[in-house]
């Protein structure tokens, strides 16, 4: 599988962005997904993950009721929707997935995931 993401940018505070992950392959719904960000001298940390089909999604507190992630299996993407951005948030954003076959599960260490895209820069300004 091949990601890649898109839709970062530059943001005032309290805006929204979307992002946007676009898979290769004929099986994208055996994947699990996820989105990680880094941000400037800091580790990855874990933003929000969801099953194979989007019927489980799971997120960081940090970006919980913020943020929502979602999927097209009959499109190949996946997405994460980021509303009332904060300063904070800055980072660059990482789409990943992880084969799960049919299995109904979401992940949350990035060391778990098989495939990464190769991040989109978003940036929040206050």
């Known amino acids: 599988v091949q990601l890649q993401a898109s839709g970062g940018g530059l943001v005032q505070a309290g805006g929204s962005l979307r992002l946007s992950c676009a898979a290769s392959g004929r099986t994208f719904s055996t994947y699990a997904m996820g989105w990680f960000r880094q941000a400037p001298g800091k580790d990855r940390e874990f933003v929000a993950a969801t099953n194979w089909n989007g019927g489980i999604t799971y997120y960081s507190e940090s970006v919980k009721g913020r943020f929502t992630i979602s999927r097209d299996n009959t499109k190949n993407t996946v997405s994460l929707q980021m509303n009332s951005l904060k300063p904070e948030d800055t980072a660059v954003y990482y789409c990943?997935?992880?084969?799960?076959?049919?299995?109904?599960?979401?992940?949350?260490?990035?060391?778990?995931?098989?495939?990464w895209g190769q991040g989109t820069l978003v940036t929040v300004s206050s």
């Open positions: 990943a997935a992880k084969f799960v076959g049919s299995g109904n599960y979401y992940y949350t260490i990035g060391d778990e995931y098989d495939y």
